[in-house]
């Protein structure tokens, strides 16, 4: 039973002993699974982790890991750009939300880091965690497709809420898809589990995600699988026919050609918007959002469309002010971002919608120079090559998966910028980067 069932025999702890061993590992696969619930419960995970580590762990495991420093040092640059912040009232709020990155680490570092096999029992249980959700989204959709028998519900933000971000959901759901996929020996649930994962991270349709997902899957079956190279080749092969043949799926298909569509070809009518809106809107292509003078209320930004507008506007602001070294100050930057979208005349938003101009960089390395300036850039990047250079090290594929993600996510969102993106790149910053090398069991 218990080599058959590791989640159990998990939460089948026999001693007070072990029970205190074991004790900060339900904390941390709490904080992890209670990063898609609402931004209490999820605070509420931190806060208790935070106050069993402080006050019940043993000190004598405290070890400084120099990896765990980096995140800390990156809080401190951001407390210290209060004291040059252009908005205070804007960096005040921030600075809270902000504390994962001083207060996870330092929990870490008390209680002497995670070996091999907690870490192992952790992916474990927070793989089925997430399994969990995804099933629970599909079900929630399913449902409301029968009352309303609207398709959208399956796909995007609708499928999870706006609030939770599918493009967030889609990374949780890559690093669980990642954990069963390099089983070494799979049974059947391993492979349902699979392809449900799968499926969720298709219909959540971040094209970012899923080009750097597909592009994992490639790396692995050349690089990281123990097959045959023959049999290697025929997996690949069939696994990269499902995964494009999901790509003809109606509302897949559509988002992937009109992103396409837009890239070089100027002002395009955007059929959809216009439809909704009853007024015609245009498409920006990539040129027109690199050179255009200005803007109009019906122009509509595609993803990497205004990602290239977001560039542009943050080397004007590097060129206008002395921002190099120290930014704005953090989350200071909203006002200029919005003044340069008042100036360009981007659509300025309605009741309903907020304009261009009320939205981030999208893209985490611009804004932590804007913010924070070429430090603030300097260590997120420090960062992420020690996640590269570990997983390497280690040879552990989701420790790859999830550096290789980070590096592809943050090209186009600001994820530390949001509580749930700063408390899912800590927590697995530290699950990986840091830890006793200690041999244990693996988990199957």
Known sequence: MKNNYPFFKFFSLKTNQELNKETPLY??????????????????????????????FKKQNFKI?????????????????????????????????????????LCFIIFGGISKYQKQLILQVYSY??????????????????????SSVFFYHELVTKDVNAIHVSVYMAISFFYFYT???????????????????????????????????????LF??????????????????LVLSLGFIGSIKDKLHHEYETIMTDSTVNDVISKENKTTFYN???????????????????????????????????????????????????????????AYHVYQGDDSSDGYQKMNFHNQYVQNFADLGVFGFLLIVIM?????????????????????LMISLFLTESFLWRQRGVVFFTMMYCLFNSGINQKNPSVE
């Open 65 to 105: 890991d120099y990896t765990l420093l980096f995140p800390i040092l990156l809080y401190l640059l951001m407390l210290l750009s209060y004291f040059w912040t252009i908005d205070k009232s804007l960096t005040l709020p921030a600075l809270s939300k902000e504390l994962p990155f001083l207060l996870i680490p």
């Open 284 to 342: 920006v292509s990539i040129k027109q959002a690199w050179t255009n003078t200005v803007f109009n209320q019906n122009d509509f930004f595609p993803g990497t469309a205004f990602r290239v507008y977001q560039f542009r506007i943050f080397l004007e602001m590097m060129n206008e002010d002395n921002i190099f070294w120290k930014g704005y100050g953090l989350n200071a930057s909203y006002p200029k971002i919005e003044a340069k979208g008042v």
């Open 129 to 150: 965690g997430i399994l969990v959700y995804a099933l629970f989204y599909l079900v929630k959709a399913t449902i409301r497709y029968f009352s309303s028998h609207d």
């Open 384 to 404: 992420l090559f020690i996640n590269v250079k570990n997983a390497i090290k280690t040879k552990d594929f989701v420790n790859f998966a999830f550096a290789f």
């Open 224 to 241: 990281y699988s123990k097959l045959s190279k023959q049999l290697r080749l025929k997996n690949l092969i069939v696994f990269l026919i």
């Open 183 to 221: 089983k070494p020996i799979k049974k059947i649930i391993d492979f349902l589990c699979i392809g449900i994962l799968l499926l969720m991270v298709i219909l959540l349709s971040s094209q970012n995600i899923i080009i750097a997902f597909i592009g994992l899957i490639i790396v692995y079956h």
């Open 27 to 56: 904390l941390l696969i709490f904080v992890l699974l209670s990063i898609p619930l609402p931004h209490s419960v999820n605070s509420i995970a931190i806060g208790l982790l935070v106050f069993s580590t402080f006050f019940f």
